[in-house]
Every structure is written in structure tokens, then in C-alpha cells.
């Protein structure tokens, strides 16, 4: 089995920064692409930034240029380092990877962690 955990979300006041982690643990031999998803109430989950395994990024326009996506291929984690924080980037947000679970899987699968919630206070 597969578990991504986030942790670092939190309250802060428009401005401020929030550094988002999301390890991934478990059967797990290789993973590909991995990203941050969020969603706000009423709202459908939309993709906030992506990564390679190469380190190929993209980014949402909302995003490009306060937000940061990293990765530690050696500790199946991702990061998102989130700065000058506004109100409209109140969401919960999930992180989200494609994991090869042993070296025959012949495919990828999606795996989804449980959310963390980020408020932005004006």
C-alpha cells in the first residue's frame, strides 16, 4: 500500500509564507510525476504546480512567481514553498503522485494524500 502524507499547512496573514510536505511511503519503487492540488469551498480542485521526476515544472498562472515546487527523489517527498500569500490561496491542499509500486508494474497509478488546510487571512 501507498500513503502520501502532507503536513505544513497552517494560518498566516496575507503576504506571509507556508512551506507545504508531502512524503510518500510505503510499497513504493518509483515515482513519476508529482504535484500540489487545492481546492476551496464551492470550488472544483484545480492543479496548483507539477514536477518531473527530472524536475521539469509547471505552475498555474495564479501561482507562477510566489509559488515554488521541489522535490527529494531520495525521500519520496515534494515541497511547495508558498510566498506572498493572498487571501484567494485559502484551500485545502493535496498532493497528488503517480507511483510505480515494484519494478514489473507495468503502469502508474494516482495517489492522493488527505489534504491540509491553508488560510489566508487579509
Known amino acids: 500500500q501507498v500513503q502520501l502524507v502532507e503536513s505544513g499547512g497552517g494560518l498566516v496573514q496575507a503576504g506571509g509564507s507556508l512551506r507545504l510536505s508531502c512524503a510518500a511511503s510505503g510499497t513504493v519503487f518509483k515515482i513519476d510525476v508529482m504535484a500540489w ?13 507539477s514536477i518531473t521526476r527530472g524536475g521539469n515544472t509547471n505552475y498555474a498562472d495564479s501561482v507562477k512567481g510566489r509559488f ?19 487571501p484567494e490561496d485559502t ?22 494524500g ?3 488546510q491553508v488560510t489566508v487571512s487579509s
Open 114 to 116: 488527505q489534504g491540509t
Open 68 to 86: 515554488t515546487i521541489s522535490r527529494d527523489n531520495a525521500k519520496n517527498t515534494v515541497f511547495l514553498q508558498m510566498n506572498s500569500l493572498k
Open 91 to 112: 484551500a485545502v491542499y493535496y498532493c497528488n503522485a503517480a507511483i510505480a509500486a515494484y519494478a514489473s508494474s507495468t503502469h502508474l497509478s494516482g495517489y492522493w
Open 37 to 49: 492540488f487545492r481546492q476551496a469551498p464551492g470550488e472544483q480542485r484545480e492543479l496548483v504546480a
